[in-house]
């Protein structure tokens, strides 16, 4: 059965341009249209579709206002479609439930296939076809011994995400202690100009600083880093290097570069942590962690907009510990305070 889409944006030119992409898709159908958030209210009620996509500004009720009025009403993934020139309001909606957003291109004509490929990727992602559920076994106890006696040595946090990244590293941002004495590093999978403004929401959201990683920059205890967009990002002894070099797993930055160097950097004083999202990122960098004595906590099925990134790691038998969302940001408060 084909995925069915409604396509909501203001501009005639995008409507058509994004239903005949989704329409040439094996799996997927646009079934409607809409140009305004109160033409969508319509069109959702009378289609009854498994996935919307949602232009960040629309005339009449715009992109923000009408995500909130889907979210109170229905259980509908929502994929924003964005531009650099309103990364803010982007990152906005990450936060009110959006699932995750596509980069409009500067040049339709010009980047058609990687738009295209881009936009099937991020629909498929949730529906996946593998239905199985993953049964875990969680510790008895929030903190066990063994993490608990990780504390007193404990160097440095790296922390992995993609697919609802965002909204998650929200809420496990702002359980980290005021007390931090570590460095947190942070790989969203996120293109180059959003980082900003995404580093910039969860500084003003935390009690620690949290910054937009820059090359060569210092690295301070207390203080979270955020890998820039388009940049990967490694440690270098005290210091932050970042390069251009090709993607891995199709993305850059990439989270197995940063794991693999903090693994060498820390050793076994380091906690890894793999968020939600699609792919296998993340996953080689894991074992590092834990060839190196380092632990792994990575987020269940049940909490994960996407279960995939920390389904490999569990997959493979990389991940220590196995939590929620909720436990993981506990973990946090508790190993940082």
């Known amino acids: 059965m084909n995925i069915k889409v409604v396509v909501i944006d203001d ?3 995008m409507r058509k341009v994004l239903s005949n992409m989704i329409n040439e898709s094996r799996d997927m159908e646009v079934v409607d249209v809409a140009r305004n958030g109160q033409e969508a209210l319509k069109v959702i ?6 996935l919307v996509t949602l232009d960040v500004e629309m005339p009449v009720m715009d992109g ?13 993934p929502v994929i924003m479609l964005s531009s650099k020139t309103n990364e803010k309001t982007t990152i906005e909606a990450l936060e009110l439930g959006a699932e995750d957003f596509v980069e409009k291109p500067v040049s339709i004509k010009e980047n058609w296939t990687a738009f295209k490929e881009d936009l099937e990727t991020r629909i498929r992602s949730h529906f996946p076809e593998d239905k199985r559920t993953v049964k875990v076994k969680k510790s008895q106890s929030l903190v066990p011994d ?3 006696e990780k504390k007193a040595s404990l160097k440095a946090i790296a922390i992995g995400a993609s697919t609802g990244g965002p909204k998650a590293l929200v809420h496990v941002i702002q359980s980290i202690s005021e007390q931090l004495a ?10 180059a100009g959003f980082t900003a403004s995404f580093a910039q929401r969860l500084d003003s959201l935390s009690s620690v600083d949290v910054l937009e990683a ?16 388009g940049k990967h990002m490694l440690i270098r002894k005290n210091k932050i290097s970042l390069n251009d070099e090709p993607k891995v797993h199709g993305v850059r930055p990439a989270v197995d570069h940063l794991f693999e160097s903090a693994a060498e950097t820390y050793g076994k004083d380091i906690l890894g942590i793999i968020l939600t999202g ?3 990122d993340g996953a080689d960098g894991c074992e590092s962690i834990k060839q190196s004595g380092g632990y792994i906590l990575s987020q269940d099925k049940q909490t994960s907009i996407v279960y995939g990134m920390p389904r490999v790691v569990f997959e493979r038998g990389l991940s220590d510990q196995v939590g929620s969302l909720t436990e993981i940001a506990d973990i946090l408060k508790e190993m940082t305070r």
């Open 11 to 13: 501009s005639a030119l």
């Open 45 to 50: 009620e009378r289609s009854r579709p498994d």
């Open 64 to 76: 923000i206002e009408t995500l909130k009025t889907l979210k109170e009403r229905y259980r509908l």
């Open 146 to 148: 063994v993490l608990l």
């Open 182 to 191: 570590v460095p947190v590093f942070i790989v969203q999978h996120m293109p």
């Open 214 to 229: 820059r090359d060569n920059m210092r690295i301070k205890p207390g203080t979270v880093y955020l890998a820039p967009g």
């Open 278 to 280: 699609m792919g296998n």
